[in-house]
């Protein structure tokens, strides 16, 4: 593979795909940090109808790039289909400046067949500038990490700050000129990347289907048929129930019977156990990510109405507040790689059971922290600053305790020949887990059970008693995983 080297000795393609993706992330971001408050205070819907829209957009936000991932190898190539996911972001981020419900919709449904698109495959163009075996290519993809939470602090910072200052449309329109912004860089630093395998149309997707349209060309256009079906599935939101519950089944049976063929042939029985532990860990990754994701819901609106966001005569927006999470990781993100490797080498890592098990502690933590910021209460029933930045820390360091040990353990437990259907089944579990976080944030709203609007006290008193359940549930799912350590390490025959 002829790639020049670039930054520290990688391939030169990395920063023009870094800056891609961290425009790309400005844009998914700065949307998703103002929609919550967006559809309560503009759209004028109530709590519960806003957690649920918003739940199901980021359910279909992370099952889009199963779809996007299956058309690329197929079909488009992974340049055309990041080129096709970049265009359909941007027009989705400027359709949203309509000002309507209507509008809303359309450009929610463009933003999640774009993002299924871009989403993934980026990540798989950056994994192709390295040979197999590469020492370089975990480096590489750290550095990618650090691309994404720039773009993930970049919008929790300015475009949630100029949102709410001086109007929403002003927050989606810097999000659609971050999106282009992206797109001019991954077009125009494209020869950077043109050694990584299967950029261009594949040669299926070359075929004539009639005149001269090609099937890559009949892919892009049916895509187009895909927003409308978003526009319904986020309202008619029920609908997800089901569709999510039958996929997980579904994936779950392909997966078994992969690890009971992969047995068969290698003549071992290691690869069913292994598929059994897979389903596991994503039943245990819903349970953390339904929770951590009150970040765009619950906690914003928590953070609106009952948190003293006062910092020396200047007020913090409300939706500012979720820049703590990919601040925090951009802070600690490094320290947790070193500290994993030093852990190896004196032999006190914990297992990927374990590791999970910690990860839900802390987030449990983080929502117990709301009851002492309780005890701090003004006269204005506002918790200090201070509870929500410690929440964050905890949920944060959770996350790193659970989010890139996951990515990893899939490609280790999976047979070779199902990996992209293994990281399929991975991304399924985040689309259930955003969808069932939005139904858990609809319990949170300000209306009591009679649909009255709840006085600021008696909101307080609701956030506290809902975030205090969640984080006695956890405790309680964590110390289920460390009891059952011994038998999930067994399933793993071996993987750590």
Excluded at 107 to 136: H, W
Excluded at 339 to 351: A, D, E, Y
């Amino acid at each position: 593979m002829n790639n020049k080297s670039s930054m520290q000795g990688h391939p030169n393609g990395l920063m023009t795909l870094f800056f891609s993706e961290m425009w790309e992330r400005v844009c998914y971001y700065g949307m998703r940090v103002l929609l919550t408050l967006y559809l309560v205070k503009s759209l004028m819907k109530g709590d519960a109808d806003a957690a649920l829209i918003y739940g199901a957009y980021t359910g279909l936000v992370y099952a889009a790039p199963i779809l996007g991932g299956k058309m690329a190898d197929k079909f488009l190539g992974y340049r055309n289909a990041v080129l096709l996911g970049a265009i359909l972001m941007a027009i989705g981020e400027f359709l949203i400046l309509g000002g309507s419900e209507q509008f809303l919709m359309i450009g929610m449904g463009a933003l999640i067949v774009g993002n299924g698109y871009f989403k993934a495959n980026i990540s798989t163009i950056v994994g192709k500038l390295y040979e197999d075996g590469d020492p370089r290519r975990d480096s590489g993809f750290t550095i990618f990490y650090i691309g994404i939470n720039i773009g993930a602090l970049l919008a929790t910072t300015v475009i949630a700050y100029v949102g709410e200052t001086y109007g929403f449309r002003y927050g989606f329109g810097l999000a659609g000129i971050g999106m282009l912004l992206g797109l001019i860089i991954f077009w125009t630093g494209r020869n950077n990347y043109a050694a990584a395998e299967g950029l261009g149309f594949t040669e299926e997707g070359n075929q004539k289907v009639f005149g001269p349209l090609k099937k890559a060309h009949m892919v892009g256009i049916l895509s187009l048929l895909l927003i409308p079906v978003c526009y319904f599935l986020i309202l008619q939101n029920s609908w997800m129930d089901y569709i999510l519950i039958g996929l997980f089944l579904f994936i779950s049976y392909t997966l078994i019977k992969a690890g009971i063929a992969a047995d068969a042939e290698q003549k071992v029985t290691i690869w069913k156990d292994r598929m059994i532990a897979l389903i596991i860990f994503m039943l245990i990754n819903i349970t953390f990510w339904a929770c951590f994701e009150q970040a765009g819901t619950s906690l914003t609106l928590f953070a609106d109405r009952n948190v003293d966001r006062s910092i020396f005569g200047w007020e913090m927006p409300a939706s500012m507040t979720q820049f703590f999470n990919p601040f925090f990781i951009i802070v600690f993100g490094s320290i947790f790689s070193v500290m994993w490797v030093k852990l190896s080498n004196i032999g006190k890592n914990p297992s990927i059971p374990l590791k999970f098990a910690f990860g839900i502690l802390q987030l449990a933590l983080g929502f117990l922290v709301t009851n002492i910021g309780l005890q701090f209460v003004n006269e204005a029933f506002q918790v200090p600053l201070i509870t929500l930045v410690v929440l964050y820390l905890l949920h944060t360091t959770g996350e790193l305790f659970l989010s890139p040990i996951g990515l990893s353990m899939v490609t280790k437990l999976s047979p070779k020949n199902i990996a992209g259907t293994a990281m399929g089944a991975w991304f399924l579990s985040f689309a259930i887990a955003n969808y069932l976080g939005g139904q858990i944030a609809a319990l949170t709203g300000g209306h009591g059970d009679s649909g009255q609007v709840l006085t600021a006290g008696e909101g307080l008193d609701k956030y506290i008693s809902i975030f205090s359940t969640l984080g006695f549930v956890l405790i309680g799912i964590a110390v289920l995983i460390i009891l059952f350590n011994k038998p999930l390490k067994k399933l793993m025959h071996g993987v750590v």
